[in-house]
Nanobody, 118 residues
Framework: QVQLVESGGGLVQPGGSLRLSCVAS????????MGWYRQAPGKQRELVAH???????YYADSVKGRFTIFRDNAKNTVYLQMINLTPEDTAVYYC????????????WGQGTQVTVSS
């Protein structure tokens, strides 16, 4: 059974920062590209960033320079450090494996809510 547990969301003011965490089961984390997605109200889920097991990274244009994805392979955890947050970043954030999502749609965790508001 796929296990993905996201945490770290919350309410933050514009310009603020948050760090999200996602703990995955070892069977899916080890050697996998891991990604962060987000889904804003009324919008489709979108890929925000991903990182390979060898630390190669990708970022969506909308978050480049503000978000940093990194992983701790010993802890089966992938992180998303977010700075200079704007209201447009408000969404539920999820982690998953982009290759699996593309192939099958993926199995999702509960996500973590990020709300950017003054």
């Amino acid at each position: 059974q796929v296990q993905l547990v996201e945490s770290g969301g919350g309410l933050v003011q514009p310009g603020g920062s948050l760090r999200l965490s996602c703990v995955a089961s070892r069977s899916i984390f080890s050697g996998s590209v891991m990604g962060w997605y987000r889904q804003a109200p009324g919008k489709q889920r979108e890929l925000v960033a991903h990182i390979s097991s060898t630390y190669n990274t990708y970022y969506a244009d909308s978050v480049k320079g503000r978000f940093t994805i990194f992983r701790d392979n010993a802890k089966n955890t992938v992180y998303l450090q977010m700075i200079n947050l704007t209201p447009e970043d408000t969404a539920v954030y999820y982690c998953n494996r982009p290759t699996i999502v593309a192939a099958t749609g993926g199995s999702w965790g509960q996500g973590t809510q990020v709300t950017v508001s003054s």
